[in-house]
């Protein structure tokens, strides 16, 4: 299997949580239980056939500047970066795994912005200036 060193998708996420719980509710509700998790105190790592996902603690976090509409996504808690072996995952296939990360986010109240190449694909452009997606409150 090879795994690009480029990151083919950033989905940045505001939870309040550790980055072991923010991986764990991934395998649990959107990837599936076929990945390996491990993790320390600031990431977590989830491997599969045909990715790796990081879930980050972002150094740029800010609970201010993070309130502001719509480009305060660079400043939530966390930065969750995918990697993919395109040779062996389709487009449609990035597209869906995305997708299913924010569902997940959103459905269970976390502000989240997906930044790639292919955002306009994704359901609401990927969260990038949408009012239907959860945002942070002051």
Not at 8 to 14: F, N, W
Not at 40 to 67: C, P, Q, Y
Not at 111 to 116: G, I
């Amino acid at each position: 299997m090879t795994i690009s060193d480029d990151i083919d998708c950033s989905v940045y996420v505001d939870a309040d949580t550790s980055p072991g719980d923010l991986a764990r509710s991934m395998v649990d509700a959107a990837i599936g239980p076929m990945v390996n998790l491990s993790t320390d105190a600031r990431n977590a790592t989830l491997r599969g056939d045909h990715f790796e996902i990081e879930v980050l603690k972002s150094n740029d976090a800010d609970t201010l500047r993070r309130l502001d509409f719509p480009d305060g996504f660079l400043y939530f808690s966390f930065k969750v970066d995918i990697y993919v072996d395109a040779a062996r995952m389709t487009p449609e296939e990035r597209v869906r795994l995305v997708d299913q990360l924010l569902h997940l986010f959103w459905k269970n109240g976390h502000p989240a912005v997906a930044a790639c190449d292919y955002e306009d694909q994704l359901r609401l452009g990927g969260g990038f200036k949408s009012a239907d997606v959860p945002w942070p409150k002051r």
